[in-house]
């Protein structure tokens, strides 16, 4: 592997987006806004939270500054919320101080998530999942099963590829349900939307509900 391929600091392997933007995820932190932080819980992560969805203990994988974490955390869940971006996960960090919520943040490689050598009864993938390309899937999945706990669930909201004004890495529900084959059950695969700081309006996306065998 070249070091091009690779995070200087850290000797992290750069993901798929990374090499092809230029830039690393954190750099999406450092100069203000990232495209997707609104700087509020997304309305599905909301609405799931409301109905009961989130249970046990809640790991949101690629939690980025921390919205989606900070409210499941509000409702008195622990959680613990992951990302390579540390810049991220200083303003989450500094968003739990302010708000009173208690949660943790970690630095976490999304591709090595048997790293954390915990498990979880509920995780959580907001965006993360469409940032990887068909190479990386496969071992991110495989890492999504080392921490789910068996019969526990995975909640994926992702950009689809339906709607004239899809979002970057659109994911096609044949994409989706290919991922998730051996030592999974898809439940749903329901139409939604991710909101970001140039959709107001949302654009379309996948939410899954994926169980744990």
């Not at 993901?15 to 450092?30: F, I, K, Q």
């Not at 950009?159 to 529900?173: L, M, Q, T, Y």
């Amino acid at each position: 592997m070249s070091e091009q391929s690779k995070d200087p600091l850290t000797g992290r392997r750069l993901t798929s987006h990374e090499r092809r933007s230029g830039e690393l995820w954190d750099a999406s932190y450092t100069d203000g806004p990232a495209p997707w932080d609104t700087g509020q819980p997304q309305p599905a992560i909301v609405r799931l939270a409301a109905e009961g969805g989130f249970t046990g203990t809640v790991l949101d994988a690629g939690c980025g500054s921390g919205d989606n974490a900070l409210h499941i955390a509000s409702l008195g869940l622990p959680v613990l919320g992951v990302d390579v971006a540390e810049t991220a996960l200083e303003i989450a960090r500094a968003k739990a101080s302010e708000r009173g919520i208690k949660a943790e943040f970690a630095v976490a490689d999304g591709l090595r998530l048997e790293a954390l050598g915990r498990e979880f009864e509920t995780v959580l993938d907001c965006g993360l999942f469409h940032a990887f390309d068909d190479e990386e899937r496969p071992e991110y999945v495989a890492g999504l099963a080392s921490v789910t706990a068996h019969g526990g669930t995975v909640y994926l909201l992702c950009f689809s590829d339906e709607g004239p004004e899809p979002g970057p890495h659109p994911v096609s529900r044949e994409e989706l349900t290919a991922a998730f084959t051996s030592g999974w059950d898809i439940t749903a695969i329901e139409s939604d939307t991710v909101q970001t700081r140039y959709q107001p309006d949302g654009a379309p996306a996948w939410l899954a509900t994926i169980k744990r065998a």
